[in-house]
């Protein structure tokens, strides 16, 4: 009953898809990251403006679609004729760097929320422990606040990468051919519907449960020193 | 040729203010009916995930790892090219020949119940995991029936620690309609496509319709903090 050979050519032909995907979402996870830093840092401040444009992006990126997003930067930003004048535009011209772009800055504002719970969530004791050790300012960072807050984050962040990689399908809607584009494409053509979707399913529960077997691997390599909690 | 911001958004003959407004509704339609679905889903996932049956327990699991582990608009498209594909069929075998679809906002409310479904499946185990198992030995103690359990203490409380992560779910839920501008329906994001196609400000109404999206959600997240508050009375000390 099954056709496997169809099962196979479709498979194959998702699979040359699979580099633009994983492409797309470490570029924005990546370059999301570096920004939710700065964007953490900001909300962080004691500088009323940097803490207030912070909030707003956060907002802004975390209330609206990601559809919305893609289409205000691969549509809109066209619009501005100084951009288009600039030396960025042959970059915000390709589709693939509008894709980018948005996932980045989407991703920005979850992770900027995700750093600051993790830090918030550093115990109070551990740092004035720290204190009394005579550590501050960037000592106790790296020591302290900066190793306990990846543990209590990674778990938070590793969903955030999930939703990354699931993100990353929108990019098929501004015509690049990574999984999903090619999917659609296939479906389109063939119109057996659902044997094209069992195999792009799983071709992304692969690559999600993947992602979540390494984080919590590197979950337990943080946390030898608990490690007599399990029995 | 050139309209001021204030007529293009306005509700003139000229303006997309009403057409604006009327795609909103119909966002905000697709997403209580997605969500309401969801919510029968993950009521009934959860049971099946809290089953003492293995093969149940497999079947609620296999829900939602899958249908949160592959992309949102994958599955609106199965719900939309297979819900035509298998509505066809059953005409062409009733007598019926030609092609049949369901409407857009049908399949969007369907495919998106499904999506919220398995996220609210594990917001609705983790509230009955929290239930004090102490209090339903006290109510089957004074003889409650299965159902009156159910009714006066299973019900209330699953509901009350579900709250703060439905309410997540909800503003997923309402993102995720952007989606729906991919099968043709037209809620905020299509709307504002076409408008920006017409008018060539693509800047000014996607840019409106994003700030329509922070609108909606605030005003339903507010709501839904007050009933979170209201809820939380009873418990407060």
Redesign the interface.
């Known amino acids: 009953m099954i056709d496997w050979s169809f099962l196979i050519e479709v498979l194959q032909k998702l699979l040359a898809g699979l580099p633009l995907t994983l492409q797309l979402t470490g570029f924005s996870l990546l370059i999301g990251f570096i920004l939710a830093v700065i964007v953490a840092a900001a909300a962080a401040s004691r500088i009323r403006v940097f803490r207030w444009v912070a909030n707003c992006h956060v ?2 990126f975390r ?7 893609i ?2 930067i691969y ?6 004729p100084e951009l288009r004048q600039s030396f960025l535009w042959p970059f915000l011209r390709e589709p693939y760097w509008c894709a980018v772009l948005a996932l980045a800055l989407n991703t920005s504002a979850y992770t900027a929320e995700i750093i600051r719970g993790a830090v918030q969530a550093v115990p109070a004791g551990e740092i004035e422990a720290a204190r009394a050790c005579g550590m501050s300012g960037f000592l106790l960072r790296r020591r302290i606040i900066w190793p306990i807050a990846l543990r209590q984050g990674l778990p938070v962040y590793g969903s955030e990468i ?1 939703l990354m990689i ?2 990353t ?2 990019a ?2 501004i015509t690049l051919n990574e999984v ?1 584009g090619i ?2 494409k296939l ?2 053509s063939t ?1 057996r ?2 044997e094209v ?1 069992i195999v ?2 799983a071709l ?2 692969l690559v ?2 993947l992602t979540g077997l390494a984080i919590s691997l590197i979950e337990r390599r943080l946390n030898v020193h608990h490690a007599y909690r399990r029995t | 040729m050139t309209m001021g911001i204030t007529e293009l958004l306005g509700f003139g003959p000229q303006g997309w203010g009403m057409p604006l407004l009327s795609a909103a509704g119909i966002t905000l339609v697709a997403a209580t009916g997605g969500f309401l679905v969801g919510s029968l889903l993950g009521l009934c996932g959860a049971a099946l995930k809290l089953s003492r049956t293995p093969a149940l327990r497999w079947i609620g699991n296999f829900y939602t ?2 249908f949160r ?6 599955i609106v ?2 719900f939309y ?2 819900g035509s ?1 298998v509505l066809t069929k059953i005409m062409n075998l009733g007598g019926l020949p030609g092609f049949f679809s369901l409407p857009a906002l049908l399949i969007g409310v369907l495919a998106i119940g499904v999506v919220s479904g398995a996220y609210q499946t594990e917001a609705y185990r983790t509230a009955f995991m929290r239930l004090d198992r102490g209090q339903l030995e006290a109510g089957s103690a004074c003889g409650m029936s299965r159902f009156l359990l159910l009714r006066r203490i299973i019900a209330p409380q699953t509901l009350r620690f579900a709250l703060p992560a439905l309410g997540n779910i909800w ?1 997923s839920v309402l ?5 729906l ?2 099968i043709g329906l037209t809620e905020l ?1 299509r709307q ?2 076409t408008a ?1 196609g017409s008018t060539r ?3 000014l109404f ?2 409106v ?2 700030v329509m ?2 609108v909606i ?2 005003i339903t997240g507010f709501f839904i903090a007050r009933t979170e508050k209201h809820l939380a009375k009873a418990w407060s000390r």
């Open positions: 907002e802004l209330g609206t679609p990601l559809l919305v997003q289409f205000l549509y809109g930003l066209g619009q501005i999930i699931k993100g399908s929108l098929s809607i999903t999917a659609y479906i389109s119109y519907i659902f979707f792009t399913g992304y529960l999600t449960a | 790892t899958f582990g592959i992309p949102e608009i994958l498209y199965l090219f297979g594909v503003q993102k995720e309609t952007a989606l501008s991919v994001l504002a496509g920006a400000e693509p800047l996607y840019g319709a994003a999206f922070l959600g605030r």
